[in-house]
Structures are given as C-alpha cells and as structure tokens.
C-alpha cells in the first residue's frame, strides 16, 4: 500500500522516498505521522521532507507542515578550463572532504544508478574518485562518462556535474593512495576516474526562491502504542 525510506544525520531526519496508493484516502498523511513514530528519537528534532521539485501540489502539501526554516541548495558547475587562481574545485573538494560520503549518480542504459562514495582526492586541480574496473559503476562511466555527485553537510546540499574520465597515470594513482594508505589501489582491477569538464551553473539561494528550498519540518516526539 505504501512506503518510505529515509537517514537520521544529526539531529535530523531525512526523509528521501515517499510511495503510496491513492486509492486510499489519506494514506500519505498515515504514512508521514506513522514513519515519524517509528524513527523519531530523542535526538531527532528535524524532519527533513525535502524539495518540492516544482510540482504545485508537493509544495502544497510539504508547506502544509508548516517547516520551521527553508535550508539553502546550491548546483556548482566547475568551467571546462577554470582561470587561474579559480579554488572552485578546491571548494568542492574541502566540502565532499567534510561530509565523509557523497553520491556518484551514473546511468546503465536508461536506467539512473546513484551509489555511496567515500574517496575523493584533488590532484593537479582535477577532482579524483576510485572504483574497481569490474564494478557496474566502473562500465558505466565508461559507456557514458556524463556523471553527478551529491553530498549533504547538515546544512547544505551540493550537486555537481562532471565528466569522469579515467588516468591510468601512476603519478594520479600514487597520489590517491597517499591520501588513502589503507586502500589497494592496484592497476589491473582499479580505476582512477578524474572528474573534470563540468559547467558552472550558480543557482538562487532559498531566500530569493522560497517556493522551491529544501524544507525541514519541526518534529514531534510521540510515545508508541
């Protein structure tokens, strides 16, 4: 009839997949109150529902919570060939550095693919991923190199578009390992993808679109039956 999938990250609670029936009447708002039972702690105390996409009727009724505050979501796209000086990618860098794990979304056909990531590197100005070449994610990227990553601090999400690009270079893979000594990073098997020739694209924040911002909902604690 209905489900949902969502993560606690911090005090909040992020709320990434809703599905429901319409058949039966209410049977989104059962779902909302029923999952806010289940996984609302006494260290949860945001409900993160998330953007509205566009649709008239999703911010209808994500307003119909009445959020407590409108977080900021910003697209950055680094230029194919960034000035000198430009620390856009360093920026990017630092911020996929401090939330620990992103989000490679890829495409197999036509069919969208997004995984976890943890490794990230930045050499000679080009951001670096690793993979092992026998992984879908690996021939993905190789039918089509067009990728995004996504990450989430707490605060702020960043996208970013990208072309991944493999560097079989053993200076690109040497330093990769340096930064994580506890990875194999074996020729044969893995592969070095640099993430480069992406568009910059600045995005409103949600001061000046407040309509299409990143909700999050005050959460009530409720004693389970």
Not at 12 to 25: Q, R
Not at 61 to 82: D, F, G, M, N, T
Not at 184 to 205: H, L, Q, V, Y
Request: aromatic share 8%; glycine share 6%.
């Amino acid at each position: 009839m209905c489900f949902s999938a969502g993560e606690i990250v911090g005090d909040t609670l992020i709320i990434h997949i809703e599905k429901a029936d319409i058949a039966y009447e209410g049977v989104y708002q059962v779902l909302v109150n029923e999952y806010a039972k289940c996984f609302v702690t006494p260290g949860v105390r945001y409900i993160n529902r998330e953007e509205d996409a566009g649709d008239e009727g999703l911010r209808r009724s994500k307003e119909s919570y009445h959020p407590v505050r409108l977080l900021e979501k910003y697209l950055v796209q680094i230029p194919a060939q960034p000035e000198k000086g430009d620390k856009s990618m360093q920026e990017v860098y630092e911020f996929l550095k401090k939330c620990g794990t992103y989000y490679l979304a890829t495409v197999d056909g036509d069919q969208p693919r997004v995984r976890p990531f943890g490794t990230v590197n930045l050499f000679e100005g080009n951001l670096y991923i690793q993979t092992g070449k026998v992984k879908a994610v690996s021939r993905e990227m190789t039918a089509n190199p067009k990728v995004e990553l996504c990450a989430f601090d707490g605060e702020t999400w960043l996208r970013v578009s990208a072309k991944a690009v493999e560097d079989d270079r053993v200076q690109a893979r040497q330093d990769l390992l340096d930064h994580y000594p506890k990875n194999k990073i074996d020729a044969p098997t893995t592969a070095t993808r640099r993430c480069s020739r992406s568009r910059r694209r600045p995005r409103r924040s949600a001061a000046s679109r407040p309509r299409r911002a990143w909700c999050a909902g005050k959460s009530e604690k409720r004693n389970r039956p």
